[in-house]
């Protein structure tokens, strides 16, 4: 099935900008998976005294809307100072383009994902971290869910999260184990073992995880 994609994705595919690794970078990171096809790596170069992002760019290892949604969300970011850009969400990279294919938000997601994680390396580099910000990678439940607000159901591009689609999540954080049901409803088919590999690879990129299980239901 050919998949729609608007002007602007199309132009940020074929063009895109800010495309590049920085040599000496202040900052950078890579999130994503080879498994699922879709990884971006995210460089930064920031003024010490400012702040601002004065240069970034992106390589991109996956399809169209992975490289459109890095190109706009580097754009998006650049001359803004941490904290500003820090405040880029995934929803407003995808509207920058025009919308984007249901089954392709999650690239959305992906790039905004990582550009934080780009932030969050400077800022721990650097000694700007807030105290607690380690916490805050804690293994609990609460962690799980919002990370699991970045799972997105492809059927119609809104998070499991706020799809009410997360029914339970169980937590052992001395075996490093979590336990997620999910109950799917009625998306398609097609759909529901990407769901779940999703909610895998989330997960398990949560710091002290060791196993995932994840049980789907309708």
Same mark, same amino acid.
């Given at each position: 099935?050919?998949?729609?994609?608007?002007?602007?994705?199309?132009?940020?595919?074929?063009?895109?900008?800010?495309? /590049?690794?920085?040599?000496?970078?202040?900052?950078?990171?890579?999130?994503?998976?080879?498994?699922?096809? &879709?990884?971006?790596?995210?460089?930064?170069?920031?003024?010490?005294?400012?702040?601002?992002?004065?240069?970034?760019?992106?390589?991109?290892?996956?399809?169209?809307?992975?490289?459109?949604?890095?190109?706009?969300?580097?754009?998006?970011?650049?001359?803004?100072?941490?904290?500003?850009?820090?405040?880029?969400?995934?929803?407003?990279?995808?509207?920058?383009?025009?919308?984007?294919?249901?089954?392709?938000?999650?690239?959305?997601?992906?790039?905004?994902?990582?550009?934080?994680?780009?932030?969050?390396?400077?800022?721990?580099?650097?000694?700007?971290?807030?105290?607690?910000?380690?916490?805050?990678?804690?293994?609990?439940?609460?962690?799980?869910?919002?990370?699991?607000?970045?799972?997105?159901?492809? &059927?119609? /591009?809104?998070?499991?999260?706020?799809?009410?689609?997360?029914?339970?999540?169980?937590?052992?954080?001395?075996? /490093?184990?979590?336990?997620?049901?999910?109950?799917?409803?009625?998306?398609?088919?097609?759909?529901?073992?990407?769901?779940?590999?999703?909610?895998?690879?989330?997960?398990?990129?949560?710091?002290?995880?060791?196993?995932?299980?994840?049980?789907?239901?309708?």
């Amino acid at each position: 099935m050919a998949l729609k994609y608007t002007k602007k994705v199309l132009e940020y595919f074929l063009h895109p900008k800010n495309m /590049g690794e920085i040599e000496g970078a202040d900052a950078e990171a890579t999130e994503g998976s080879p498994a699922c096809g &879709d990884m971006v790596s995210v460089y930064l170069k920031v003024n010490p005294k400012t702040h601002v992002i004065e240069d970034i760019k992106f390589k991109s290892y996956g399809c169209a809307s992975n490289i459109a949604t890095a190109s706009i969300i580097t754009e998006m970011a650049k001359g803004k100072k941490l904290e500003e850009a820090k405040k880029i969400e995934w929803n407003a990279a995808a509207d920058e383009l025009g919308g984007l294919p249901s089954v392709k938000m999650h690239c959305s997601v992906l790039a905004a994902k990582t550009l934080m994680a780009a932030i969050r390396d400077y800022e721990q580099k650097h000694g700007l971290a807030k105290a607690g910000a380690e916490g805050e990678t804690e293994l609990t439940s609460e962690n799980v869910m919002n990370e699991l607000m970045g799972v997105i159901n492809p &059927d119609i /591009g809104i998070n499991i999260v706020r799809l009410k689609m997360v029914k339970n999540v169980e937590v052992d954080g001395k075996a /490093g184990a979590v336990k997620v049901e999910i109950s799917l409803g009625n998306t398609d088919e097609m759909f529901t073992e990407n769901i779940k590999e999703e909610v895998e690879e989330h997960v398990k990129a949560l710091k002290g995880v060791k196993k995932v299980e994840v049980s789907v239901s309708k």
